[in-house]
Each structure stands twice: as C-alpha cells, then as structure tokens.
C-alpha cells in the first residue's frame, strides 16, 4: 500500500490555466506539506497542515491554495500558472518528525 | 531556524563506509537533527534522527558530539544504490510551526 500518494505525477499545462495537485495519505498522520523542488534541486516547503487547519504558509503567492477535506487529504490548486511555476511538487505527512514524501508531481508550464 | 552546511559533493567508492558531515552551530536545545535521501525522480526518504551521542539502524548510523554543532551520517559498506542526495535537516519535531529547512544537501556518488 501506497503510504502517500499523488495524482497526476505528470502535469503539463499552458500559462494562464488553473490545476489542482491531490495528495493523499494513509498513515493516520495529522501533519501534512507541500514542497516546491525546482530545476536546481533545491526542496522548499510552501504549506503545512496539522489536522485540517493551516500552520505554514511560507510566502507562496496566492495564486497557490492549499485545501485539506480531511487530515488524510491535501490539495493543491494552482491558478494562473506562470511559467516559474514549473517544478516538482511533493506531498508529506509526518509523525514524530519523520517526513514520508510523495512520488512527486512534475508541472510543465508552456 | 538552524542553518545547516554540509559538503555539496563527494565520491566514493563501493565496499566502502561513507561518512558526511553535517555543520548546525546555532541548533537549540529542542532541535533534532534528522537525515533524508532522495533518488532522482523520487521523493525523500528518511534515513535516520538523532538528538545526541549515537543512533544506529539498520542503514546508517549518526553520531553526535557532546556539543551537537555538527553531525555525522555514516554508510557502511555502500553500493552503487547509495548513489544519491543526502540531506541534513535540524529542527523541533515536537513543534509543528516548527519550519524544518531543506538544505542544498550532499550530491554522493559511488563508484564501482
């Protein structure tokens, strides 16, 4: 079984559209992120969850909103894509300060 | 936040034990410090956490001096699969506002 998961694992997608990114997680977690890894490999986190409500949110345009549905959930929608917005994203959850990631999302902005 | 430096890259060689260090001279006394690996195309993956003296799993080991400013990750016996970046991160795990930082990592590269 899949710990956390991630759809698509592909995005491609023209400047201007809106997407979304869903995360899920099955391992009972309360904690959840966004990361942002861009092309120099550099992982930077953009969103925390604890159990539905939001604790981090590190200077992420607005463009970017996060949604939790649930503790087991984390979405991500994207409006008004730019072509900087082209990265890998990945999801985790966390228990005890040990970070389990997603496989990753990889956006390309045209 | 503590700010952690580690080497941007290192080779070695298969059959043999690795050991990156890890530089966190302003880490609080709740802070933990904790390593990830990731592959290319993958996600992190933990390896291994530590607040003091020595950890050990059936991966790696972490050593930790009496002053905790810098760490130790070591790797015995690594494989071509070692190949990989290894990052150190030092944070409060008990804290969730705590923003745990992902440095540039350790590009390691084994080589037959």
């Known amino acids: 079984d899949t710990a956390v998961s991630q759809t698509p694992k592909y995005l491609v997608t023209q400047m201007g559209n809106d997407k979304s990114i869903k995360c899920e997680q099955n391992?009972?977690?309360?904690?959840m992120y966004w990361y942002k890894q861009d092309s120099k490999k550099f992982l930077k986190i953009m969103f925390s969850?604890?159990?539905?409500?939001?604790?981090i949110n590190e200077t992420v345009p607005n463009r970017f909103s996060p949604k939790s549905p649930d503790k087991a959930h984390l979405n991500l929608h994207i409006n008004s894509l730019e072509l900087g917005d082209s990265a890998v994203y990945f999801c985790?959850?966390?228990?005890?300060?040990?970070?389990?990631f997603g496989p990753g999302t990889r956006l390309t902005v045209t | 936040l503590a700010k952690t430096t580690q080497p941007i890259s290192m080779d070695s060689y298969e059959g043999q034990e690795v050991n990156i260090t890890c530089s966190h001279n302003?880490?609080?006394?709740?802070?933990?410090i904790t390593w990830y690996q990731q592959f290319p195309s993958q996600g992190p993956r933990f390896i291994i956490q530590g607040y003091k003296t020595k950890v050990t799993n059936e991966v790696a080991s972490l050593f930790i001096p009496a002053d905790r400013k810098s760490s130790t990750l070591s790797l015995p016996r690594v494989s071509l699969s070692d190949t990989a970046v290894y990052y150190c991160?030092?944070?409060?795990?008990?804290?969730?506002?705590?923003?745990?930082?992902f440095g540039k990592g350790t590009r390691l590269h084994i080589l037959p």
């Open positions: 985790a959850s966390t228990s005890r300060g040990e970070q389990y």
């Open positions: 391992l009972g977690h309360d904690t």
């Open positions: 991160l030092v944070g409060d795990i008990k804290n969730r506002d705590d923003k745990i930082i």
């Open positions: 969850y604890n159990n539905k409500e939001l604790i």
């Open positions: 302003n880490i609080a006394t709740n802070d933990y």
